[in-house]
């Protein structure tokens, strides 16, 4: 129930910012790699000083599969996060939630084990939900929301 929560509350914080903000308040972050894919959507959307991070998979970029190990898997999605909030002028210390879609929830521990490389206390809020498949065979989607620091 409580995970239902966080996930609607999310879903409304997402609908309520997009809704008041202007096509001019918004900025469409577009990796390289994305935009050769011609994939149909952004890897992110700034709107104000709040960036909204699209679900990324750790894939392999040479064969576009997951790695064999899951701990690979992901780094290499933790690193698409880390690009994207870094593209956008902001780092891994402004991320405030994290979404985390998980193909075999028995993957907890070691999605942590990496997840506290890229992540100290305090933490980001975060979700940790059972998925089931997902994308190209993927264990891990991952989506964040990071939020600017006034400088």
């Known amino acids: 129930m409580k995970l239902s929560a966080v996930a609607v509350a999310l879903v409304l914080s997402l609908v309520a910012t997009s809704s008041v903000a202007d ?4 900025k469409h972050i577009v990796l390289k790699s994305t935009a050769d894919l011609k994939l149909p959507f952004s890897d992110a959307v700034l709107v104000g000083n709040t960036l909204y991070v699209a679900g990324h998979l750790g894939l392999d970029p040479t064969t576009g599969k997951p790695p064999a190990s899951a701990q690979d898997e992901a780094k290499l999605a933790l690193e698409a996060i880390k690009e994207v909030v870094e593209n956008a002028g902001m780092s891994m210390e402004e991320v405030v939630s994290v979404q985390v879609f998980c193909s ?15 992540f100290h206390d305090p933490y980001p809020a975060r979700a940790f939900i059972g998925s089931g498949p997902l994308l ?3 264990r891990f ?11």
């Open 23 to 26: 096509d001019s308040e918004r």
């Open 104 to 118: 075999d929830l028995s993957l907890y521990d070691t999605f942590n084990t990496v997840y506290r490389t890229y």
């Open 136 to 138: 190209r065979g993927a």
């Open 141 to 151: 989607e991952i989506m964040a929301i990071a939020v600017k620091r006034s400088k």
